[in-house]
C-alpha cells in the first residue's frame, strides 16, 4: 500500500537552514557548503561559525566577508581561528584586493584553536578587499565531507587595532521569516536564464505529499494522493 504524508516545512533554498543566516558573511556555494551557529566552541564571543564542506572542489567552497576600504601600499595582517578536527580537509585563508587573491596558508588538524595568519602588502591602484575561506579536501583521508570551525576573523593594516571586518566573530544571525509559495512557483524558473528556481535565496514555506524519500533527500507533489 502506497503511504503518503502531508508536509509543511521552510526552507531556504540554496541556502540556509533553521531559518537562520549569517550576516555580513556570503556564502558563495550553498549546495557545497553548510553554515552553523555554533555555540559550544568558540574562540571568541559567544557564538562560532560551523562549517561542513561536501565537495572536493575547492573553487567551488568560498565563504566571503563583506567588503571593506583598503589603502594602496600599506602592510596588512590578515587572520582566523580555526578549530580543524576532520582529516578528511582542511581550510585555508586569502584576502582579495579588488578581484585579485591573495593567499595565507591552511589549518592542520588537532584538537586545539589554531590561529592562522597572513601579511603583505596592500596592492597599488586597489580600493577594496574581501576576507575569504576556501576549503579543501585531503584525497587521502576524504569520506565524503569536512567539518571545521572558525572564529575571530581579523583584517588589520599598517599594525593598527582597527578591525576591518565586519561581524568578525559571527556573533550577529538574523533569524528569517518565511514567503509561503506553492511547489510549482518553487520549480518556475522565468527570468532566471537557465533551470534554477526563481526564488533562489530565498526563504521559502510550501505544502504537499512526500512522494519519495532518496537518502536524506525528498520529493514532493501538490494535491493529496
Same mark, same amino acid.
Given at each position: 500500500?502506497?503511504? =503518503?504524508? /502531508? !508536509? !509543511? ?12 543566516? =549569517?550576516?555580513?558573511? !556570503? ?12 555555540? %559550544?566552541?568558540?574562540?571568541? &564571543?559567544? +557564538?562560532?561559525?560551523? #562549517? ?29 581561528? #580555526? ?23 591552511? %589549518? /592542520? ?10 601579511? &603583505? ?27 571545521? #570551525? =572558525? ?7 599598517? &599594525? ?15 533569524? !528569517? ?8 512557483? #518553487? ?13 533562489? +535565496? ?22 493529496? &494522493?
Amino acid at each position: 500500500m502506497k503511504r =503518503l504524508f /502531508t !508536509l !509543511l516545512f521552510a526552507v531556504m533554498v540554496g541556502g540556509f537552514v533553521f531559518g537562520q543566516t =549569517l550576516t555580513d558573511w !556570503l556564502n558563495e556555494n550553498p549546495g557545497n557548503v553548510a553554515f552553523s551557529q555554533e555555540t %559550544s566552541t568558540v574562540q571568541d &564571543g559567544s +557564538t562560532a561559525l560551523g #562549517i561542513v564542506c561536501t565537495t572536493d572542489a575547492q573553487a567551488d567552497t568560498e565563504v566571503v566577508s563583506a567588503t571593506f576600504t583598503v589603502t594602496p601600499g600599506a602592510s596588512f595582517t590578515a587572520s582566523a581561528y #580555526i578549530m580543524d578536527n576532520d582529516i578528511a580537509g582542511k581550510a585555508r585563508i586569502a584576502v582579495s584586493f579588488d578581484g585579485t587573491n591573495e593567499f595565507g596558508g591552511y %589549518s /592542520t588538524d588537532g584538537t586545539e584553536w589554531e590561529l592562522v595568519e597572513m601579511t &603583505g602588502t596592500v596592492p597599488d591602484g586597489v580600493s577594496t578587499g574581501t576576507f575569504f575561506f576556501r576549503f579543501y579536501d585531503i584525497s587521502a583521508d576524504w569520506d565524503g565531507d569536512f567539518e571545521c #570551525i =572558525l572564529d575571530n576573523v581579523v583584517y588589520s593594516e599598517d &599594525g593598527g587595532t582597527t578591525n576591518l571586518i565586519t561581524n568578525a566573530s559571527f556573533e550577529n544571525w538574523e533569524t !528569517l521569516v518565511a514567503t509561503e509559495y506553492t511547489i510549482a512557483e #518553487i520549480q518556475d524558473t522565468t527570468g532566471t536564464g537557465g533551470t534554477g528556481s526563481a526564488v533562489v +535565496t530565498e526563504y521559502v514555506e510550501t505544502t504537499g505529499i512526500v512522494t519519495g524519500v532518496y537518502d536524506g533527500e525528498f520529493t514532493m507533489q501538490n494535491g493529496t &494522493g
